[in-house]
């Protein structure tokens, strides 16, 4: 199969710190830009390319809680692209994307509050919550986050359960309560929103109680990764690729790196690949190391020491010990 490199990554930001953000907005600019690059990654320019011209950084960037799986259906289904080819450029736009500030600026907030108090509009300060929790176009708030999810809860808005769960869990913006953390995961949950019972889930395993009925009941692809890893740790193999698997096929880097690594060591070379390139196409550390040793041995793919230690290195940047220490054996060879 084909596996695209995801090196370009580094030189979009160059190119983009140099001539500033607009370019990832102005497809005739952004092709002149990478023009220097189409002689080292032909395809992989042309996807970029694809990418900017459909707006895919304004879609990712104003809807960054939808799923990377979620993106690349509607891009196979409305634009008629591959999956794998989709993917790519989803996954490349969202790491581009985490590298760089964005002045999305919050106006008049308070107003902005009482007005939605006023209309009884418990997603708009869902979404103004979520601005505050993730840091977009504003200083990072757990505080003012958990105020405004609160004030969403109050106003009927269940999706906020899941937050507020997850911040009296982990003591985010709130003091640390797992009490109050099962009040709000339990509501939630009772409201039908089931990403609530990822979060019993992991409260039931710190209280050494089986946490698969709440896994298997939410749509979390963490549930499922947080489920293999149960099975795993229990020594059932079958149902942790199961669980994995899952989770893959939404497209979640850690399901996918997991299942495919297991898929290859039971000899399913061409599915577990694949698995682990499309991990690896997310950023995903582990799969970017493996990826990396398979081209220097020859496993699974044409061996070529050359991409192998490009992959490494790129692991290696990302903090990964294990690809330093395979870079140092091979790279003496």
Known sequence: ???????????????????????????????????????I??????????????????????????????????LSQFQEIDEEDALYMVCMVQQIIEQFDWDIMILN????VDTAL?????????????????GLGVAQDFEKAYDLFEKSYQQGYMQSCYYLGKMNQYGLGTEEDKEQAKAYYLKGEKAEMHENAYGLGLLAEEDQVDPIPYYDESDLPAAAFAAGNYYLSHH??????????????????????????????????????????????????????????????????????????????????????????????YEAV
Not at 46 to 65: E, I, P, T
Not at 274 to 296: P, R
């Open 1 to 39: 199969m084909k596996i695209y490199n995801t090196a370009l990554k580094e030189d979009i930001m160059q190119v983009v710190k140099a001539q500033g953000q607009a370019l990832l907005w102005d497809p005739e600019a952004f092709s002149q830009a990478l023009a220097p690059y189409l002689t």
């Open 41 to 74: 990654y032909p395809e992989e320019v042309y996807l970029m390319q694809q990418a900017v011209d459909l707006g895919l950084f304004d879609v990712r960037l104003l809807n960054r809680h939808f799923s990377i799986y979620d993106h690349v259906s509607v």
């Open 109 to 112: 907030l308070d107003e902005t």
């Open 118 to 134: 006023d209309h009884g509009d418990g997603r708009a300060l869902y979404t103004l919550a979520l601005g505050f929790y993730d």
């Open 236 to 329: 059932d193999e079958a149902k942790a690729m199961m669980e994995y698997f899952r989770g893959a096929k939404q497209l979640d880097p850690e399901c996918m790196n997991a299942y495919g690594k297991i898929y290859m060591r039971s000899g399913g070379l061409h599915s577990g690949l694949k698995y682990i390139t499309y991990a690896y196409y997310a950023g995903n550390e582990d799969a970017t190391e493996y990826l990396g040793y398979l081209f220097v041995k020859g496993e699974g793919v044409e061996k070529n020491v050359g991409r192998g230690l490009e992959l490494l290195k790129q692991a290696a940047d990302m903090g990964s010990e294990k690809a330093k220490e395979l870079m140092s054996i």
